[in-house]
């Protein structure tokens, strides 16, 4: 599909469409209540969150490092680059008896404009049993690179599935 054929899907009232949102990306605080199920275990459930949002992403959740369960993290290899962020580095994610290797990444020294994202870290909901913002269940964002988080308050469609690398 090519980014002249992209037709954003019309929010309804209390939606938000990815098609409204910035690049560089707009970083912004939430309240909502964000549960992660790993291993049968609840290894994160807080109030405390920012939401990354970029034009044709679902929003990216980030949460304290201090939020998940003690032991549930661990240092993995690999690091990555975001034009916007800066640098970021991975762990793994660990709830009962399983692991799902570099399933979480963070910004340890965040670009300017990023400053929120210190001391946070996002998981990717397709490596974890189950996510919720607010007591709805997400839907992964598609594609092995995208950590989006979709719920039934944003609308595409979304970068990530077959054929949308260069939108």
Known sequence: MKRSRIVPEEPKPGQESVWDYPRPPRIEPSTERIVIVFGGETIVDTTD????????????YYLPRAAFRSGSLSDARGQSFCEFKGLAGYLSVHGGSQTAPSAAWYYADPSPGYELLAGRVAVYPSAMQQCTVGGEVVTSQEGDFYGGWITSR????????????GW
């Open 49 to 60: 969150s920012v939401r990354v949002l970029e034009t044709s992403h679902p929003p990216v």
């Open 154 to 165: 944003v609308v595409g469609p979304f970068k990530g599935a077959p054929g949308t690398l």
